[in-house]
């Protein structure tokens, strides 16, 4: 299984990664997480990104085309992968259509995670006092700096999908295991 999921920052893309991890056997590829964990380690690529990300800025294209290409050749993305935070922009899901292309792996779907603006600044300041600030970008500011770069940026891949035949669209604001019991549905009708 071969799976994007898209959509705002905290509508649950990680959170359902992870069950579906569990479920499917499979990885979870996340770009937020490997740029958070070279900020943490302050890799050259780490020290390049902090100030990027902790402004809610994205990443260049380039920077994140290469870890997820490098990744993808891991042994353990064999079976499947799921893609959470990319791609985010147009030029990044056609370098990612380029790179299957070479690596000879296909898309099986897109799941679009849908969710409520108000909904989503409550979700992430909950979210920053639960990790007591662990992310710098978990807060409203930021977050609302994320929002618009998402509106921008990332929202016009529901339509590049779509037009491809790839696009599922899930409520993201039900429950946490009802919208693992949706995207389920959506995926493997
Ligand atoms: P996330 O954990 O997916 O919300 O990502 C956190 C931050 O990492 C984003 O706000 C960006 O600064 C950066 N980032 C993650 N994925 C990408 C990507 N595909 N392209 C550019 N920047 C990214």
Request: net charge negative.
């Amino acid at each position: 299984m071969r799976l994007i999921l898209l959509g705002p920052p905290g509508a649950g893309k990680g959170t359902q990664a992870k069950i579906l991890v569990e479920d499917y056997g499979i990885p979870q590829l996340s770009t937020g997480d490997i740029l958070r964990a070279a900020i943490a380690a302050q890799t050259p690529l780490g020290l390049e990104a902090k100030a990027i990300v902790d402004r809610g800025d994205l990443v260049s294209d380039t920077i994140v085309n290469g870890i997820v290409s490098e990744r993808l050749d891991a042994e353990d993305c064999k079976p499947g992968f799921i893609l959470d935070g990319f791609p985010r922009t147009i030029a990044q899901a056609n370098a990612l259509d380029q790179m299957l292309a070479q690596k000879g792996m296909k898309l099986d779907a897109v799941v679009e995670l849908k969710a409520d603006a108000d909904e989503l600044v409550r979700r992430v300041i909950q979210r920053a006092k639960d990790s007591g600030g662990a992310r710098a970008d978990d807060n409203e500011e930021v977050l609302r700096k994320r929002l618009g770069v998402y509106a921008e940026q990332t929202a016009p891949l529901v339509n590049y999908y779509s037009q491809k035949g790839l696009l599922k669209t899930v409520d993201g604001m039900a429950p946490v295991d009802q919208v693992t019991s949706a995207i389920k549905t959506a995926i493997e009708s």
